[in-house]
């Protein structure tokens, strides 16, 4: 069964970092494009990030030059670095693939 599984939310001071793993089953990872939404209370969820198989890489315009999205294949694995965060950017972070989501993970950014 094809699943995946977020870890590394947290609270943060505005200014701070925090990196998002999310491990894949191998069956979903290969092939498919790889996505990280969010969800913020009262808001829609939104795209934040995706990467190819390939390694090619998206993002939306809020988290350019902040956020850094990557994959290990070896280890069946997206990651999300998230540097210089914003109040704006607390927020439920959920991993996606193949029509398939994770859990979810909290990130919390407030002094």
Do not use: H
Not at 43 to 70: C, H, M, P, W
Request: proline share 3%; net charge positive.
């Amino acid at each position: 069964q094809a699943q995946l599984a977020e870890s590394g939310g947290g609270w943060v001071q505005p200014g701070g970092s925090l990196r998002l793993s999310c491990v894949a089953s191998r069956s979903i990872f290969r092939v498919n494009v790889m996505a990280w939404y969010r969800q913020a209370p009262g808001k829609q969820r939104e795209l934040v990030a995706t990467i190819t198989s390939g390694g090619r890489t998206n993002y939306v315009d809020s988290v350019k030059g902040r956020f850094t999205i990557s994959r290990e294949n070896a280890k069946n694995t997206v990651y999300l670095q998230m540097n210089n965060l914003k109040p704006e950017d607390t927020a439920i972070y959920y991993c996606y693939s193949n029509s398939v989501w994770g859990q979810g993970t909290q990130v919390t950014i407030s002094s």
